[in-house]
């Protein structure tokens, strides 16, 4: 729940910016000399790719979530079996042996979006984010039932 506000916060936060930046290129533009049009232009094509990057992050986090719910739902989710430091966090011997675990398995079900949760989790886990989304991606596109690349 922590992380929706979080979410829920920061959005806000982006779409005010977005605004306020947006609203600085339109008085720009107003002014009328090719200087001040040009740059405002500019400055209002950073509020368009912010807003798109923002939506696109946002249906991600919606379907990534719409799978754990249904893999829940199954009995499906990875279960914590990582160890911690005294100071809460992940020790990472714990998290390359758990991230072994879900490679192998996903290597033997390489369709099984299921497989592909878990490997994104495992890659979360051991703190390497991009493979993490890229796991997700794929575990989405797959449930989807649309054409994974390689």
Same mark, same amino acid.
């Given at each position: 729940?922590?992380? !929706? ?50 939506? !696109? ?15 829940? *739902? ?8 990582? !160890? ?6 992940? %020790?990472? %011997?714990? *998290? ?6 879900? !490679?192998?398995?996903?290597? *033997?079900?390489? %369709? ?31 449930? %989807? ?6």
């Amino acid at each position: 729940m922590r992380a !929706k506000i979080t979410y829920l916060v920061t959005a806000a936060v982006l779409v005010f910016y977005f605004v306020l930046v947006g609203s600085r290129g339109v008085m720009l533009i107003q002014s009328g000399t090719l200087l001040t049009v040009t740059f405002g232009v500019a400055v209002l094509i950073l509020p368009v790719i912010g807003l798109w990057f923002l939506w !696109k992050n946002t249906q991600f986090v919606r379907r990534a979530n719409a799978l754990a719910e249904e893999l829940e *739902a199954e009995g499906g989710l990875p279960v914590d079996e990582l !160890k911690r430091l005294p100071s809460g966090r992940i %020790d990472r %011997d714990s *998290a390359d042996e758990v991230f072994a675990k879900r !490679k192998a398995e996903t290597e *033997a079900s390489p %369709d099984d979006w299921r497989c592909w949760f878990r490997l994104a989790v495992a890659y979360h886990d051991a703190r390497d984010t991009p493979r993490a989304r890229k796991a997700m991606q794929r575990a989405i596109a797959l449930h %989807d039932g649309r054409p994974v690349s390689a």
